[in-house]
């Protein structure tokens, strides 16, 4: 049998994941990243990594109540049985990093340490102290680099994807890529195709993520014939600080250690935050969610931090969306697990955060939407057949997605720390997956393909390449991503109308015109980044589209995904009787929205833009039910709910074992 | 107010440098990759020349990916941390940048640190376990020793301290200072100490621990504050112990 190859795109976490598994299978892999894998985006997570452990079980948590919360934080939006596997997976995960050398923070007795994180009353989240995806892209990085060394991976560091080399069936059979230095254009033949390219925050300009994170990948596989799914749903992280190139995160552990979200009572009050009395200061997440507190999820608090901004008017910098985040109160034990992140304010913003409360702004953060991937359910377990050809599989059969860049685990809203979590659990389960699939080869080996349709998929990247670089053009590449980022912030994020939705569309077509009118200012054949970033924004203008035509489609508010025109109005009754009546229309309304909306939005590329549809969503295992929280007559319109029996059968734990998912 | 760059540029690795100089309008909280973003965005020099946008490496922005490395005004740093109001307080006429010198030059201020990642190879950089199945949660870490192994493993690859160390060249195979703390990680690690022995190995050989002149340089420049000169006295100790055992066969 002829050799066979998988070709890894991503060394991020997830794509690191599947390169060790598979090479641990004796499998060889070309990974293939636009920069050193050990300097992927991951390296920038910090908060931690969820999952049910020894202490949380105690106090009564289990894999159910993991994935309760994160379908609850998701607005029920995501396919239940990913979900459920993923948690049950939680604890292995975590051990597995362990052992590879992770360097958690332990307790006195050498156990490792957990921090609570968002949207959850237990403390779930392992971390390392506040760089956690970098110790874990490490302690990958470094697996890998061992079959590295053993010749079972092959790196292309500084190469970048450009697209997937599909036969006249329509299967995928390899990959073209571009060495970034010499600007070789090659394919690389391979029985599987991995992508774990990451998000695509530079669509929205500046964000909290990595320069590289572009979305351009999946944009190139999107337009090969995989479709994108719930590109609307867009994370805004409230607590992050503005810079000129990027925007950078504080961390939710900030206020998982005990930090605290405020502004002065006064507007506009010029005090030293220090000198504000506390009867002076707005703990507003604290006062409007007494449960959850400062760790609300993110998009509710995202969207009390506009409330208090826009319409209170409280906002510390006039004209701005900016709330104190205050460690000043923290012990010193606190402070010191916290210093990744308070190092970073300190060095940018020039101002101690352990002295001064931090001056704070939402920024976007997480594409909870992706390309869309298939699953195969296990109805023993409720989970995931592991190994299942589909699983992680596009509408491309050999193509699968891994990672932030596909869809599948975290609905309308991500809880913070579960991203770890998906990204390296969808790297591990996609192994097996893969194994199976090039024990059988449902459709043939690459090596059985003819030469020519390898070195005819070259051709249309070079002849683009260089009819780009010669182009004499009036448009700035730069200039136009500028334009395209303002656009996105200020529509298409934290509170979204049709009216402005419309216009941004209108916006779009626009940019996309004057796109075929670029110019580079760089025409050389040699490392040109001028070419790489172009051609990128393409796929970023491509992306938008259908980022905002979801949103303008999609008429209801979910999760991250906010349209006050058709927010169900909450009930402000106080005579307990017309608060029952009020919470019965809301019931009815919230009912409706559901037969409505609780759909995947998938997108396929057509030469005229995206076309739509909607696809059911497996929510057999836990029956949606409304998010409360913080809602006027939360629990009258629990009970009401409760007892219009919507898609109840019983308490749903006992239908399916729990936990110890097959391996 | 307006401030000047002067950046040393290669169009390829086959070619001579040369200096160029921009002019740019400051920006509240500027730093060198926003001004690097800028000049790709209009790249014309201060006599109003069009050139090419200067090439650079830069990932995460914030001082946690190591890509952004070079030398700033004659110190080895990373351009996203690099804050233009606090250089020019360090020197008022102009900001200067250049490539690192101890590594090949792709273009401009790109620099290939591939043999960084090669030398991780040669000591096992990595714990080597049982296999990625499920076989419950690793050995049980004091707090202390992880406050001791967490600083060691915050190291970006960066390439700060090998730029600095003089011992570092052309003419020598020395390994580095980052190298070797990172043999000190993993000895230090329950499983990861297995390997100890082969890490020995090439600490006693030639570019190993004796290379190190002791000069102190690069714990100076470390961006993440790795008490890489910690990490050396105790490999030497460590590695004068394994020639003896080794010697003495037992
Ligand atoms: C500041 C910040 C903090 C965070 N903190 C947390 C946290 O505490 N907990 C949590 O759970 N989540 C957190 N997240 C989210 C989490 O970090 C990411 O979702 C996750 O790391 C994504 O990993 P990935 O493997 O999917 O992709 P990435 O790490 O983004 O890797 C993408 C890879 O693809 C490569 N690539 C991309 N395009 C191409 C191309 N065209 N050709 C070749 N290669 C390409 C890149 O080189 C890179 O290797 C945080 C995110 C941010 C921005
Ligand atoms: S102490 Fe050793 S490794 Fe560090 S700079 Fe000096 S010679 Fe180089
Ligand atoms: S030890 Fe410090 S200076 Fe050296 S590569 Fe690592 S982070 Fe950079
Ligand atoms: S860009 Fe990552 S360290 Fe500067």
């Known amino acids: 049998m002829a050799k066979q190859h998988v070709v890894v795109v991503g060394g991020g976490l997830a794509g690191l994941a599947v390169t060790m598994k598979l090479a641990e299978a004796g499998n060889h892999v070309f990974l293939i990243s636009m920069v050193p ?64 050398g992770v360097p958690f923070n332990r307790t006195p007795e050498g156990f490792r340490d957990q921090r609570r994180f968002g949207g959850t009353m237990f403390k779930r989240t392992a971390f390392a102290g506040a760089t956690t995806g970098q110790q874990m892209l490490y302690a990958l990085d470094e697996q890998v680099r061992r079959w590295e060394a053993r010749n079972l991976v092959e790196k292309y560091e500084y190469w970048e994807f450009l697209g997937p080399i599909l036969d006249t069936k329509g299967h995928c059979r390899g990959v073209v890529a571009q060495d970034m230095f010499s600007m070789e254009i090659r394919p690389f033949a391979a029985d599987a195709v991995v992508l774990a390219t990451g998000g695509c925050g530079s669509v929205f300009g500046r964000s909290t993520m990595s320069m590289i994170c572009t979305g351009g990948a999946a944009g190139r596989a999107y337009e090969a014939g995989a479709d994108y799914a719930n590109g609307e749903f867009v994370q805004v992280h409230p607590t992050a600080i503005p810079g000129t190139d ?44 007494p449960k959850y507190g400062n760790l609300v999820p993110r998009d509710i608090a995202t969207r009390e931090i506009f409330d208090v901004c826009v319409n209170l ?5 006039p004209g701005r969306l900016c709330v104190y985040l205050d460690v000043t109160e923290l012990s010193a034990e606190s402070l010191k697990k916290l210093d990744g992140i308070l190092e970073i304010y300190e060095k940018f913003q020039g101002v101690d955060p352990r002295k001064t409360p931090m001056k ?38 050999g193509l699968f997605v891994i990672g932030e860049a596909d869809y599948q685990y975290h609905g309308a809203n991500r809880l913070g720390a579960n991203s770890l979590l998906s990204c390296i659990f969808s790297g591990l389960i996609v192994a097996p997956t893969i194994v199976n699939r090039l024990k059988s080869l449902p459709q043939g080996s690459a090596a059985d393909q003819p030469v020519s349709l390898f070195d005819d998929s070259v051709k249309p990247h070079q002849e683009w390449m260089n009819r780009l670089i010669h182009h004499e053009g009036t ?16 529509n298409v994020t934290v509170v979204r109308n049709n009216k402005d939705l419309r216009s941004t569309l209108e916006k779009i077509a626009e940019i996309s015109e004057r796109y075929g009118n670029v110019a580079l200012s760089d025409k050389s054949n040699w490392t040109n980044q001028n070419l790489s970033f172009t051609r990128a924004l393409g796929d970023m203008i491509r992306l938008a589209g259908v980022i905002t035509e979801g949103a303008l489609l999609r008429d209801e508010c979910r999760g991250a995904h906010f349209k006050p025109e058709f927010a169900i109005p909450s009930p402000d009754a106080e005579e307990p009787a017309a608060l029952r009546e009020q919470a019965g229309v809301w019931c009815k309304a919230f009912k409706a929205k559901g037969d409505r909306w609780l759909k995947t939005t998938v997108a396929r590329h057509t030469p005229d833009g995206p076309e739509f549809h909607y696809e059911e969503v497996d929510t057999s295992l836990i029956p949606p039910r409304p998010r409360t929280y913080g809602l006027k007559g939360a629990e009258v319109i629990e009970q009401v709910w409760s007892k219009m029996g919507v898609g109840q059968e019983g308490p749903a734990e006992r239908k399916v074992a729990v936990g110890g998912a097959p391996k | 107010m307006k401030f000047k760059v002067k950046i040393l540029r290669q169009d390829t690795p086959h070619d001579g440098s040369y200096w160029q100089t921009f002019e740019m309008p400051y920006e509240d909280g500027m730093n060198l990759t926003t001004v690097l973003q800028r000049i790709a965005a209009d790249p014309i020099t201060v006599d109003r020349q069009p050139t090419a946008p200067v090439a650079y490496d830069a990932s995460c922005l914030e001082e946690v990916c190591g890509a952004c490395t070079m030398v700033i005004n004659g110190r080895v740093r990373q351009a996203c941390s690099a804050l233009v109001d606090r ?12 490539p690192m010198t101890k590594f090949p030059v792709i273009r401009d201020l790109i620099v290939d640190r591939s043999s960084m990642f090669e030398v991780l190879k040669r000591v096992k950089a990595w714990v080597h376990v049982d296999g990625y199945h499920d076989l419950g949660p690793g050995a049980r870490i004091p707090p202390k020793q992880q406050d001791e192994a967490y600083p060691l493993s915050r190291c970006m690859t960066c390439g700060c301290c090998v730029e600095a160390c003089p011992q570092f060249n052309d003419r020598s195979s020395f390994i580095g200072p980052a190298a070797i703390s990172q043999v000190m990680l993993f000895n230090a690690h329950p499983t990861g100490r297995v390997d100890a022995d082969a890490r020995f190995e090439v600490l006693s050989g030639s570019g190993g621990i004796a290379a190190c002149g002791n000069s102190q340089n690069c714990v100076k420049v470390c961006p993440k504050d790795i008490p890489l000169t910690d990490s050396i006295a105790k490999a030497g100790r460590d590695t004068t112990l ?3 055992r080794k010697w003495f066969g037992s």
């Open chain 1, 37 to 100: 894998v050990k300097r992927s985006h991951s390296v920038c997570a910090q908060g931690g990594i969820n999952s049910v452990n020894p202490l949380t079980r105690q106090q009564g948590d289990s894999e159910w109540l993991h994935m309760d919360d994160t379908v609850y934080g998701g607005d029920f939006l995501q396919h239940q049985p990913p979900v459920k596997e993923m948690c049950d997976w939680g604890p292995r995960v975590i051990d597995l990093l362990d052992r590879l």
């Open chain 1, 246 to 289: 990027k925007l950078r995160l504080m961390s939710e552990s900030a206020r998982g250690e005990g930090g605290r979200i405020w502004v002065p009572r006064k507007p506009q009050d010029d005090r030293d935050p220090n000198s504000i009395p506390a009867s002076e200061r707005f703990y507003f997440l604290e006062e409007r969610y």
């Open chain 1, 313 to 317: 008017d409280l906002s510390v910098e």
């Open chain 1, 360 to 397: 704070i702004f939402p920024a976007v953060h997480y594409s909870m939407g992706g390309l869309w991937v298939d699953y195969e359910r296990n109805d023993a377990t409720g989970g995931l057949v592991i190994g299942s050809p589909r699983n992680q599989q596009t509408k491309v059969p």
């Open chain 1, 475 to 490: 448009e700035n590449p730069y200039k136009l991503h500028q334009e395209l980022g303002d656009w996105m912030t200020r």
């Open chain 2, 87 to 98: 250089l020019l307080a360090e020197q008022p006429s102009l900001i200067e940048m250049r």
């Open chain 2, 242 to 244: 394994y020639q003896l």
